[in-house]
């Protein structure tokens, strides 16, 4: 069980273009996902806190008209990052903490995206 | 100072032996603890999960939170080559929140 899964899992764009990631609870309902983004070697970095039928929290320094978060349903939150430039190619990965659960947060596999 | 702190290694150590992981914390507040396991090019996957202070067994793994010393461990025993990974510590203080993480530590378990 605590299964989450990230589509696509690979995306390769030009410049300016749009992409949404798609990120599923597929067993259980999450109030709460969040979306991090990865450079090599490094750890986690949060960049928004999705809620169910609310607006997204986004951290301190990213810019929620670049990076749009839509949590439509309790299964599905989506990352759209608008307008993209090579400096947004990074591994993005999502989270979902079950709905009345123990509070763990279960990851999906991450997205990597190349902005050429 | 960071709010978790957590040696980036690299560790290897041979094939067989007990792995001691750890992190500290300056936060008072956390009382949610877990450790993920995340191979290279892939999402963090959930190893343990604490609420509070004590110990939890789970097969090979064990952790422990030291709530008074703000420390947490996670020991592997009888390490094996597949468990060569970058292992993080996480926590928060309430459920369904932001998850504040350590840096990672990378581990190599030599054959």
């Known amino acids: 069980g605590a299964v989450v899964s990230q589509h696509p899992s690979r995306v390769i764009c030009k410049s300016g273009t749009s992409v949404k990631i798609e990120c599923r609870s597929l067993?259980?309902?999450?109030?709460?996902m969040f979306w991090y983004r990865q450079f090599p070697k490094q750890s986690l970095m949060l960049m928004a806190t999705?809620?169910?039928?609310?607006?997204?929290?986004?951290e301190q320094g990213v810019e929620k008209d670049k990076f749009l978060i839509n949590h439509a349903s309790l299964t599905l939150s989506t990352l759209t990052v608008t307008s993209a430039h090579p400096e947004d190619s990074s591994f993005y990965i999502c989270?979902?903490?079950?709905?009345?659960?123990?509070?763990?947060?279960?990851f999906g596999p991450g997205t990597r995206l190349t902005v050429l | 100072q960071k709010e978790v702190e957590q040696d980036p290694g690299p560790l290897s150590v041979p094939e067989g032996a007990i792995v001691s992981l750890n992190c500290t914390y300056s936060n008072s507040a956390f009382q949610y603890f877990m450790w993920y396991r995340q191979y290279s090019r892939k999402g963090p996957e959930l190893l343990m999960y604490?609420?509070?202070?004590g110990n939890k067994e789970d097969g090979r793994f064990t952790a422990q939170v030291d709530k008074s010393s703000k420390y947490i461990s996670l020991f592997i025993r009888d390490s094996q080559p597949s468990d060569s990974a970058t292992y993080l510590c996480a926590m928060s203080a309430r459920g369904n929140e932001k998850l504040t993480f350590g840096t990672g530590t990378r581990l190599t378990i030599i054959p």
């Open positions: 604490t609420y509070s202070s």
């Open positions: 067993d259980f309902q999450a109030t709460t």
């Open positions: 989270s979902a903490s079950p709905s009345g659960g123990h509070n763990e947060q279960f």
């Open positions: 999705s809620n169910e039928g609310s607006k997204a929290t986004y």
